[in-house]
């Protein structure tokens, strides 16, 4: 059965296929030893106003610092596996402690949190659904509370400031945003009128699928909701780690930018690429212990 898709989803298509072959040939040239040129080479296109530059207009306001999540009030369990991880073994150096920490966090992260992602990119409809999945498979309450916080503070800051522009008007980003816009008002309408008590059934604003519905009624492709969620969870532990005087702003900045880095998180969400959500789960036992131990903490800088 043929889907029938808009001009404009027709050309975005079309636009993301050259630009994805420019790019392959391009790469073929370089790993070959030539000179990008001749017929193996075609020269980007032209600038001009395309859905993947509008696109790419929402991936930059999603993945600024600035947006007010509160992510950087915590630090993913850094602070408590510091606390529990002194003294250092021998030659082991804090960084090199850190970096590891770091790899195990966005393990754990793709892997508890990408299936949840994708799938309601891929299935807005089901977001209260999701939500409350997610609820029932997250057994570290600490956990738990900070994915509810961010969630909640996501639908604020679509309420208050991306609505006006992503809802309607030039910006609406196809059918399926104007039916996520749907879903979204009537999650939120939901979660206004149920109370905060731990035995309410109703939903409970976690993060992940939130992240993933209000990607896609921003225009954001399924590659970029996912890398771009990871890339902000690096940020933060990342931040966390120069609050905590593990390393400094430059250092930081070195082990945000560096390929190895990239090369983590891509491998992670090509792994959770098709992982259903019935699968999704903790692969790092020990982040659980940290992240929960974090606020029995006889002091500590973090919220909990």
Known sequence: MVTK?????????IFDLEDRLQNAKTRLALSSGQEP??????????????DSLLSSHALFLLSDSALPLG?????SG???????NKPLPPKVTPVASFQRFLKLSITSMASTSIPY???????PEDLETLDNDMDASTPCVVAQRAS????????????????GTYASGPFLAGVAAARAVKTVEAFSD??????????????KGHFAPIWGIVCLIMGMDARQTAYVFMLNHAKAVLSAAVRASVMGPYQAQA?????????????????????????????????????????????????S
């Not at 992510?71 to 630090?75: G, L, P």
């Not at 992602?117 to 299935?123: E, I, Q, S, T, W």
């Not at 992982?275 to 131990?293: F, H, I, M, S």
């Open 190 to 203: 939901a979660l206004k009128s149920c109370s905060d008590a731990a035995d309410d059934l109703g939903p």
């Open 37 to 50: 040129g001749g017929d193996s080479y075609l020269p980007p296109p032209p600038y001009q106003e395309t």
């Open 255 to 303: 082990i945000l930018a560096s390929k190895d880095l990239q090369d983590i998180i891509i491998e992670r969400i090509d792994r959770e690429w098709n992982t259903p959500v019935e699968d999704a789960g903790q692969v790092v036992p020990p982040l659980d212990l940290w992240v929960g131990r974090h606020e029995l903490l006889y002091s500590r800088i973090f919220n």
């Open 71 to 75: 992510s950087f009030a915590y630090s």
């Open 5 to 13: 898709s808009s001009p404009r989803d027709l050309e975005k298509e």
């Open 148 to 163: 509810i916080a961010q969630g909640r503070a996501l639908l604020g800051v679509w309420e208050r400031a991306f609505r």
């Open 117 to 123: 992602v994708l799938a309601a990119y891929r299935h």
């Open 78 to 84: 850094l602070e408590s596996y510091l606390a529990h």
